[in-house]
């Protein structure tokens, strides 16, 4: 069924919409996907914060175009579903090619961080990229080390010192 005009302009509105308002945005073809594991990715999708939507290819590229992102055409050819995140796009990455792995009707086409387009490749390795939490924590352990062993560094001539003053205590007869 053909979409009216007013309805047209509202679906490439609410396309520009989570454009703008996305970190991260990945485009697959999703022939022959089942609407039970559609739903399945829909959910594992929204599970980390973001959104996953089939969408309607002319209408995918003008709002891609308006975004000025320049898109690759192959990538509006046959199916198109869009994963979005406003917050974590390894983890974006990591639920669609998890699902992949199970389900062959899934296949990443490209997209987007930021404004910085990439291919399937750099998407796959987005996804093997440690959760968003895991890379903070590694970060604080590699700020916070120097600090600790500075800290120990200060605290040694102390220790040795009553080490020191300890072992000559015993070592006087009572």
């Not at 959910?43 to 891609?64: C, P, T």
């Not at 974590?88 to 090619?97: M, R, Y």
Request: charged residues 30%; glycine residues 8%; hydrophobic residues 40%.
């Amino acid at each position: 069924m053909a979409l009216s005009k007013e309805r047209k302009n509202e679906v490439l509105e609410e396309y520009k919409d989570w454009l703008k308002e996305s970190q991260a945005v990945i485009l697959t073809e999703y022939t022959g996907l089942s609407m039970p594991d559609m739903d399945k990715l829909r959910k594992d999708i929204r599970e980390i914060g973001g959104s996953f939507h089939v969408i309607k290819n002319s209408l995918g590229k003008l709002a891609f175009d308006d975004a000025k992102l320049e898109t690759p055409t192959e990538y509006f050819i046959g199916s198109t579903a869009i994963g979005f995140t406003k917050d974590d796009p390894a983890s974006l990455a990591k639920a669609i090619k998890d699902f992949g792995k199970n389900n062959e009707a899934i296949k990443i086409k490209g997209g987007f961080m930021g404004t910085q387009i990439m291919d399937a490749a750099e998407i796959n390795v987005l996804a093997d990229l440690p959760p968003l939490p895991v890379v903070r924590g590694q970060l604080l352990g590699v700020i916070s080390a120097p600090a600790s062993k500075l800290v120990r560094t200060l605290n040694e001539p102390g220790r040795s010192l009553a080490q020191l003053f300890k072992a000559k205590a015993d070592a006087v007869p009572a």
